[in-house]
Structure formats: structure tokens, C-alpha cells
């Protein structure tokens, strides 16, 4: 039996942190599995979403998507259903944010959380430096002009249904929607007076503030909490 996980991507009106953000483009192509254990990436899906105000200009500087572009597009409830038809499980880069704007429960591989966990020596974790760490452009059956451009949802569902390919060289599923249940394991930090300090090397009572009286968020959180175990078991 084949096994197929569904690639997704969104471009939308803003970020879970702005108010009422709503998906105005979506991208997906399916990886599957056939009896020689060969991944195939297959089956793009693109759809442009009309919603229900304007797109604001910080989320145009991003995608570049416009207003007539989707003024005659259906809406999410119209085509949500047939998009995700057949699809058990998905995957996205930074899958929090595909999630949060999917009105179903679904098991999520992360392929963001997934490539720190499976390369913490990488030099960035963006869908773009893994590309080209990964020389993703080099893979056989790449096509570049489905790549094109970034920060639109088919193209940058494409680059990450490759990424999630070489994670699944080095994990099961089970263990890549696993990862993705935690947050990401951070190495190195980014902030503050240790910056460019591993976690791994930063003062004991400078974690223990960052674990338990910090206000950074939940993988910084997560991180310095679990260099502190580590450190605690030698």
C-alpha cells in the first residue's frame, strides 16, 4: 500500500498575532511512497482564496499577492474540504502556522522543528538555506521553475515536500510527527548578552532564569530546559 503525506502552504492576510488573519493562497504537493520505498512528489494543488477584508501592505510585502488577484476567487469554506480530501497526514515548514489556520485536527510533520532536530549543525533553518544546504536544486527530479518564486504557496510547498524527503531518509514518520509535537530544539542563542553562545555552554543560573522566570517563547523555553537536563545527566 502506498503511503502519501500531503505538503502544504499558505499565504494569507497576516500572522496568528494580528487580528482576524484569514488565507488568501494555498499550495500542496503530495509525497508518496510506493513499494520501492522511493518518495514521488506529486500532485500540485494551488488555489487562491478570497477573504473577507483587504490585504494589508505589510502582507503584500511579503507575497505580493494583490486584491484583484483574489477578488473573484472562492472562499476558504468553498474549497477547504477538496483541498485537504485524502490527506491523514501534513506537513509544512513551521507547521504551527499552516495549523492554525486549518479547520480540521490533523497530524502535522513539521519540517522546520524536524531539520533542527535532524541537522543542528545547519546554518539556518529557512526553507530557502536548507534548499541550498541541502543542494536540494541537485535532486534528480528537480524542477527549478517550480520553485519560483519564494513566498508564494505552490512554489514554497515544492522546496519543502523536498526538504521533508531527505528527513524522511533519516526518520520514520512516526518519529518526524513526534519531533513535531515539542517545541524545536534550538543549539545555538540569538539574544541577549550570550548571544552566539550555545545553550550547551551558557551559565547554568542564566538557563535556569530563561526556564522558569523568562518571557521568551516556547522553543527558547523548551531549549534551555532541556540543556539543563543534559548537563545535569554528566
Given at each position: 500500500?502506498?503511503?502519501?503525506?500531503?505538503?502544504?502552504?499558505?499565504?494569507?492576510?497576516?500572522?496568528?498575532?494580528?487580528?482576524?488573519?484569514?488565507?488568501?493562497?494555498?499550495?500542496?504537493?503530495?509525497?508518496?511512497?510506493?513499494?520501492?520505498?522511493?518518495?514521488?512528489?506529486?500532485?500540485?494543488?494551488?488555489?487562491?482564496?478570497?477573504?473577507?477584508?483587504i490585504?494589508?501592505?505589510?502582507?503584500?510585502?511579503?507575497?505580493?499577492?494583490?486584491?484583484?488577484?483574489?477578488?473573484?476567487?472562492?472562499?476558504?469554506?468553498?474549497?477547504?474540504?477538496?483541498?485537504?480530501?485524502?490527506?491523514?497526514t501534513?506537513?509544512?515548514?513551521n507547521?504551527?502556522?499552516?495549523?492554525?489556520?486549518?479547520?480540521?485536527?490533523?497530524?502535522?510533520?513539521?519540517?522546520?522543528?524536524?531539520?533542527?532536530?535532524?541537522?543542528?549543525?545547519?546554518?539556518?533553518?529557512?526553507?530557502?538555506c536548507?534548499?541550498?544546504?541541502?543542494?536540494?536544486?541537485?535532486?534528480?527530479?528537480?524542477?527549478?521553475?517550480?520553485?519560483?518564486?519564494p513566498?508564494?504557496?505552490?512554489?514554497?510547498?515544492?522546496?519543502?515536500?523536498?526538504i521533508?524527503?531527505?528527513?524522511?531518509?533519516?526518520?520514520?514518520i512516526?518519529?518526524?510527527?513526534?519531533?513535531?509535537?515539542?517545541?524545536?530544539?534550538?543549539?545555538?542563542?540569538?539574544?541577549?548578552?550570550?548571544?552566539?553562545?550555545?545553550?550547551?555552554?551558557a551559565?547554568?543560573?542564566?538557563?535556569?532564569?530563561?526556564?522558569?522566570?523568562?518571557?521568551?517563547?516556547?522553543?527558547?523555553?523548551?531549549?534551555?530546559?532541556?540543556?539543563?537536563?543534559k548537563?545535569?545527566?554528566?
Amino acid at each position: 500500500m502506498n503511503t502519501t503525506i500531503r505538503v502544504i502552504d499558505y499565504e494569507t492576510t497576516g500572522t496568528p498575532e494580528d487580528q482576524n488573519p484569514e488565507i488568501i493562497e494555498m499550495g500542496s504537493y503530495d509525497l508518496i511512497q510506493t513499494k520501492t520505498k522511493y518518495w514521488s512528489i506529486i500532485r500540485p494543488s494551488h488555489q487562491m482564496v478570497r477573504p473577507s477584508s483587504i490585504i494589508p501592505p505589510q502582507a503584500r510585502a511579503v507575497h505580493h499577492i494583490s486584491d484583484a488577484e483574489v477578488a473573484k476567487a472562492p472562499t476558504l469554506r468553498e474549497v477547504i474540504d477538496d483541498f485537504l480530501e485524502g490527506s491523514p497526514t501534513c506537513a509544512a515548514h513551521n507547521a504551527q502556522f499552516e495549523a492554525y489556520f486549518t479547520p480540521y485536527n490533523l497530524s502535522w510533520i513539521c519540517t522546520y522543528k524536524c531539520a533542527r532536530a535532524v541537522w543542528p549543525d545547519a546554518p539556518g533553518y529557512s526553507n530557502q538555506c536548507l534548499r541550498y544546504w541541502l543542494e536540494i536544486d541537485q535532486d534528480k527530479d528537480f524542477v527549478a521553475e517550480q520553485s519560483m518564486p519564494p513566498h508564494r504557496a505552490l512554489p514554497d510547498a515544492y522546496i519543502t515536500a523536498h526538504i521533508l524527503r531527505r528527513l524522511l531518509a533519516k526518520r520514520s514518520i512516526k518519529e518526524l510527527i513526534t519531533i513535531s509535537k515539542y517545541p524545536a530544539l534550538l543549539k545555538v542563542m540569538n539574544f541577549g548578552k550570550y548571544k552566539g553562545t550555545a545553550f550547551a555552554d551558557a551559565p547554568t543560573d542564566y538557563l535556569e532564569w530563561i526556564k522558569n522566570k523568562s518571557e521568551f517563547d516556547a522553543d527558547t523555553k523548551f531549549s534551555a530546559k532541556y540543556w539543563l537536563q543534559k548537563r545535569m545527566q554528566k
